[in-house]
């Protein structure tokens, strides 16, 4: 792993928002699922993304990347096994697992252990309802049997993005067929994201009452497309704004549905003393604000428990490196408690003595960067953020962030 060195400074200057991760996974499968040559434009080419891309190529879709476009074309060669490549992106394989059994009905996925350990059990239920073989590995999933259309009810307090590879999957059966999502409904705005992308698809798809309708028999017809900024990475970046710096994240849309536009929100509450913070419908924002906490007024999170099932364990492990600058916590089921750091430990640690370790985790990494910024210090596996921003460090040097790669 490498260690990348954070000399005490403050950020300021103007940076454009990267790509929405979010959308452009959702995009560059419309576009496969066209059928016809499509462009997919402004998306970064983190290891997220790049899952999804090689996952297209393995069931037949021809991409081609110029500077930071994705111009895709052809779906026709998807009547065999294919070995989808899904790296460590939840997304990716919880995205494509009924795309590619309605597509061949067969295939095998791989991807790290990590991955696999964070399970498929709404899909694994789906298997036994509909006669679907499947061997699940500790880094590979085979499945074999065509998904067919129905009712499918998903626990809403799991993932949205089973819902989301369900959505993608549905229009292309013939018959019609309904998503019951059982409540409560957690990270909605991921399903308003992926339903916004069906609809300049020309999918329909009706959301009425935790219920979505899905007509069979319907066929993609996505236009070229801009992704928009992504709100979850611009938060790492204004972060900097609350530890003294005079940061301008260009490029967000103001009226997007991601539901991480809400951190300035908590950023401006935690600003203000103690607080309770409800993380359910923005879940990736969890390090952040925990991280925040820690620097200013401590705050109570709800709704936290599926920060375990991220890339690493987001509580146990963001805390064990908040502790470091003498923060504590108090973990419950569903909830935790970050206590404030003393002033005095955090004045007793500058001077860039105290190493983080990212713990393989992007949304770690990059809260931890900002953190090591107020005191000087080290992040150790630095590397994981090309997960989902891999400009990170050359943004932040931009803004005047001292940064040295070891």
């Known amino acids: 792993m490498s260690i990348c060195h954070i000399a005490k400074s403050i950020a ?30 402004n998306i970064d080419l983190s290891n997220d ?41 939840g997304s990716t394989l919880r995205f494509m697992i009924p795309v590619a059994l309605a597509l061949s009905g067969c295939a095998e996925f791989t991807g790290t252990a990590k991955l696999f350990s964070r399970g498929i059990g709404e899909y694994e239920k789906i298997f036994a309802e509909q006669g679907i073989e499947y061997e699940l590995g500790d880094s590979y999933l085979r499945v074999k ?53 069906l609809r ?8 009425s009452d935790n219920t979505i309708s899905i007509p069979g028999g319907q066929h993609f017809n996505l236009p070229d ?25 260009e490029g967000l849309n103001p009226d997007s549905l991601q539901g991480d536009k809400i951190f300035r929100q908590h950023f401006n509450s935690l600003e203000s003393g103690f607080c309770t913070i409800d993380i359910g419908n ?38 064990s490196e908040l502790e470091k600058i003498g923060s504590h916590a108090i973990i419950d089921s569903n909830s935790v408690v970050i206590e404030p750091a003393p002033q ?12 983080f370790c990212s713990h393989n985790d992007h949304r770690l990494a990059m809260s931890l960067t900002a953190l090591s910024s107020i005191l000087g210090g080290s992040i150790d596996g630095c590397e994981a953020v090309a997960k989902s921003f891999p400009r990170f460090f050359d943004q932040i040097k931009v803004l005047n962030i001292g940064v040295y790669h070891e």
């Open 145 to 197: 049997g065509r998904i067919k259309s129905g009712t499918f009810t998903i626990d809403g307090a799991t993932s949205s993005q089973y819902i989301t590879g369900l959505l993608f999957a549905l229009p292309l059966l013939e018959g019609d067929s309904k998503i019951a999502i059982t409540p409560p409904v957690q990270s909605r705005p991921y399903i308003d994201i992926t339903l916004d992308v």
């Open 282 to 319: 923005c879940i990736d924002l969890g390090p952040v604000l925990f991280t925040m906490a820690a620097i200013k007024h401590g705050a109570k999170f709800v709704n936290t428990a599926r920060l375990r099932i991220k890339e690493s364990d987001r509580i146990t492990d963001i805390v």
């Open 49 to 89: 993304i790049l899952a999804t891309i090689g996952c297209i190529r393995a069931l037949g879709g021809k991409v081609n990347i110029e500077m930071n476009r994705a111009i895709i074309s052809d779906n026709k060669d998807n009547t065999h096994c294919d070995v989808l490549p899904c790296g460590e992106s």
């Open 344 to 355: 005095a430990t955090l004045k007793a640690l500058e001077g860039g003595k105290t190493t």
């Open 225 to 249: 497309c801009k992704v928009e900024g992504d709100w979850s990475n611009a938060a790492f970046l204004e972060f900097f704004n609350h530890i003294g710096g005079n940061v301008t994240v």
């Open 12 to 41: 300021c200057g103007r940076v454009a928002a990267p790509p929405s991760k979010s959308y452009a996974h959702r995009m560059l499968l419309a576009a496969f699922l066209n059928g016809k040559r499509t462009v997919v434009d």
């Open 200 to 207: 300049k698809a020309g999918i329909k798809a009706t959301l």
